[in-house]
Nanobody, 131 residues
Framework: QLVQSGGGLVQPGGSLRLSCAASGFTLDGYIIGWFRQAPGKEREGVSCISSSDGSTYYADSVKGRFTISRDDAKKTVYLQMDSLKPEDTAGYYC??????????????????????????WGQGTQVTVSS
């Protein structure tokens, strides 16, 4: 089980941090991803991190603004979101998959059927960027 926290309403240019904590299992050997889904749009991957070596992946839309990190002792992955834009408004979800390849290979173009490889999902949290 993955338990999310964070999110909320923020003005454009502001920051938020999302948390994703593993419950009942460790993150060893997993890749943890953050996804978002805006109304009327399909769910898409925005960032991933490897629990093994800490390697990361960012979608172009968030590169340079979002930072993914992990705290192994707390079994928690974070998504720090800075310089938020109205187009970042969406429901955000974390998910985990046992790694069978590199973060780059597994996390590029995370949409549609590629999301099915992630077996554990958080409950989701809303992020609204508005003035």
């Amino acid at each position: 089980q993955l338990v999310q926290s964070g999110g909320g309403l923020v003005q454009p240019g502001g920051s938020l941090r999302l948390s994703c904590a593993a419950s009942g299992f460790t993150l060893d050997g997993y890749i943890i991803g953050w996804f978002r889904q805006a109304p009327g749009k399909e769910r898409e991957g925005v960032s991933c991190i490897s629990s093994s070596d800490g390697s990361t992946y960012y979608a172009d839309s968030v590169k340079g603004r979002f930072t993914i990190s992990r705290d192994d002792a707390k079994k928690t992955v974070y998504l720090q979101m800075d310089s938020l834009k109205p187009e970042d408004t969406a429901g955000y979800y974390c998910a985990a998959v046992l790694a069978f390849s590199s973060v780059q290979a597994m996390c590029v173009n995370l949409t549609g059927s590629r999301l099915q490889m992630f077996g554990f999902w958080g409950q989701g949290t809303q992020v609204t960027v508005s003035s």
